[in-house]
């Protein structure tokens, strides 16, 4: 008999950039891989859609810097990093219906919102950001609180506030400096020798391109990709993990939920290992909704790629300019714009009638940018995203949920256990990479696996007692 263990069998809750990296490396071990995705494609927030006329998109804007090495490591793998440029990348700021040069130190020295103090006084404030290197002392306050120390009050209320509450809406004066810590970092490091501006890398094709790869990848190696199929819930059979997937039990070997950690909380809410204090730990992190527009017009209305918006009374979050950055020779001279927002939720904006929401931006963007008419619109595409962004306060390093849940045989790995970071593709494929490891050490050390393993179980179904209480 031979006493090896056989390929483990692995669901994977959740088709997002960090689902699809974990089932990747562990179909590349030889496991037996099932990914199940609730919406109709894969990609979580980096899904793809088509315009009009053919070209892909991401629903939501993604960028990458030149120092996301798990990224580019892992397109390098795939075989896509030719497909990967870095564009130098040009911002603006906008203040009280005037636009601002934002990119270089010298147009930092041109902000006349600020008295010539404060420009001076912000610039020293980057640069001793960077000097920082140890971020652990920063998680305990918060970046308003250390801005206005160190940047002064009215420069933090006319350069920083706006950003925060933009980024976290009422949780704005909570959010540690850690977190912006390492943002400021990021974008610095993100600057090729000898140039002023930094610069944001993307894919001829769009981040579809790297989806499509991972597919085929775990199509060829036997994975089964399931989209538009939701979990009943997360719970147990024989000592093992099992789903419930159209009222039916599957059993596996192990389970990663690449999943928002409160939807993991409702998944495995009648799991007979769920404790009241897990339950609450999943369900403590708070999270914003974001809600985007994709907008395309006839002719340019900025040659601006990031438009920074500093005004608390600010229509949205967010105004960027696609062919800004990569050129409109590679968008098909297409004049593509993301519009978008971070709200809780409930807000109205994630569930007022799309053509309202068209009504409101249009409006806000033509005060921000007059060259912009509703009249230039070729087409505009409304997206919204519930969990979109997690809320790192000062309390929340020590409250982050570990990877390997209380639940045997159950993983976690979400965005909302990157930090001090800020979410994106590149944390996504390294925490993927991270929890894929730890599933197959798991494998390895369980000694039920170390024998000849019988053939696949069929589903079994769940005694209807169970199935309805432990609808999520």
């Given at each position: 008999?031979?006493?090896?263990?056989?390929?483990?069998?692995?669901?994977?809750?959740?088709?997002?950039?960090?689902?699809?990296?974990?089932?990747?490396?562990?179909?590349?071990?030889?496991?037996?891989?099932?990914?199940?995705?609730?919406?109709?494609?894969?990609?979580?927030?980096?899904?793809?859609?088509?315009?009009?006329?053919?070209?892909?998109?991401?629903?939501?804007?993604?960028?990458?810097?030149?120092?996301?090495?798990?990224?580019?490591?892992?397109?390098?793998?795939?075989?896509?990093r030719d497909k990967l440029s870095f564009h130098p990348s040009s911002i603006k700021a906008f203040h009280q219906g005037r636009r601002y040069g934002f990119t270089t130190p010298l147009e930092l020295l041109?902000?006349?919102?600020l008295?010539?103090?404060?420009?001076?006084?912000?610039?020293?404030?980057?640069?001793?950001?960077?000097?920082?290197?140890?971020?652990?002392?920063?998680?305990?306050?918060?970046?308003?609180?250390?801005?206005?120390?160190?940047?002064?009050?009215?420069?933090?209320?006319?350069?920083?506030k706006p950003l925060l509450v933009g980024k976290f809406d009422i949780y704005w004066d909570r959010i540690t400096m850690a977190w912006l810590w390492t943002r400021i970092h990021v974008r610095q490091t993100s600057k090729i020798d000898g140039e002023q501006t930094e610069r944001l890398g993307y894919f001829t094709g769009g981040f579809r391109v790297m989806v499509d790869r991972w597919v085929e990848e775990l199509e060829r190696r036997g994975a089964v990709l399931r989209t538009s199929t939701p979990i009943t819930a997360f719970h147990q059979l024989e000592g093992k993990p099992a789903l419930v997937v159209d009222g039916e039990v599957r059993r596996f070997d192990a389970v990663l939920g690449a999943i928002p950690s409160n939807a993991l909380a409702r998944a495995a809410s009648q799991h007979p290992a769920m404790t009241p204090e897990y339950a609450k730990q999943l369900?403590?992190?708070?999270?914003?909704?974001?809600?985007?527009?994709?907008?395309?017009?006839?002719?340019?209305?900025?040659?601006?790629?990031?438009?920074?918006i500093h005004d608390l009374d600010a229509p949205?979050?967010?105004?960027?300019?696609?062919?800004?950055?990569?050129?409109?020779?590679?968008?098909?001279?297409?004049?593509?714009?993301?519009?978008?927002?971070?709200v809780p939720n409930d807000h109205e904006l994630m569930t007022m009638d799309e053509d309202a929401l068209r009504e409101r931006w249009f409006a806000g963007l033509a005060e921000l940018i007059p060259e912009f008419s509703p009249d230039l619109v070729v087409e505009s595409?409304?997206?919204?995203?519930?969990?979109?962004?997690?809320?790192?306060?000062?309390?929340?390093?020590?409250?982050?949920?570990?990877?390997r849940t209380p639940l045997p045989g159950y993983f976690l790995a979400n965005f909302s256990q990157v930090f001090p970071e800020d979410r994106g593709t590149n944390y996504a494929v390294r925490d993927g990479?991270?929890?894929?490891?730890?599933?197959?050490?798991?494998?390895?050390?369980?000694?039920?696996?170390?024998?000849?393993?019988?053939?696949?179980?069929?589903?079994?179904?769940l005694p209807a007692s169970t199935v309805e209480s432990s609808s999520a």
């Open positions: 008999m031979n006493h090896a263990a056989a390929p483990a069998r692995i669901a994977v809750v959740g088709g997002g950039f960090t689902g699809l990296t974990a089932a990747y490396e562990l179909a590349k071990a030889g496991h037996r891989i099932e990914v199940f995705e609730a919406a109709p494609t894969l990609g979580g927030l980096v899904a793809g859609f088509e315009l009009d006329d053919g070209f892909p998109l991401e629903r939501a804007y993604h960028f990458l810097y030149t120092t996301d090495h798990w990224m580019t490591d892992m397109a390098e793998e795939l075989g896509i041109r902000f006349t919102p008295s010539l103090v404060d420009r001076i006084r912000t610039g020293l404030t980057g640069l001793r950001t960077l000097s920082l290197r140890n971020w652990h002392p920063l998680t305990k306050v918060t970046a308003y609180e250390w801005l206005c120390r160190v940047n002064g009050k009215r420069a933090t209320d006319i350069v920083w369900n403590d992190i708070d999270y914003l909704g974001a809600a985007l527009m994709i907008v395309t017009t006839s002719h340019p209305i900025t040659d601006t790629y990031w438009h920074q949205f979050l967010v105004f960027l300019s696609l062919d800004s950055l990569i050129g409109a020779e590679n968008t098909g001279g297409r004049y593509i714009y993301y519009i978008g927002d971070y595409h409304v997206f919204r995203f519930r969990n979109a962004q997690h809320i790192v306060d000062v309390t929340y390093e020590s409250r982050i949920p570990a990877m990479l991270q929890v894929a490891g730890l599933i197959a050490a798991a494998l390895a050390a369980d000694p039920s696996r170390v024998v000849a393993e019988p053939p696949a179980t069929q589903p079994v179904p």
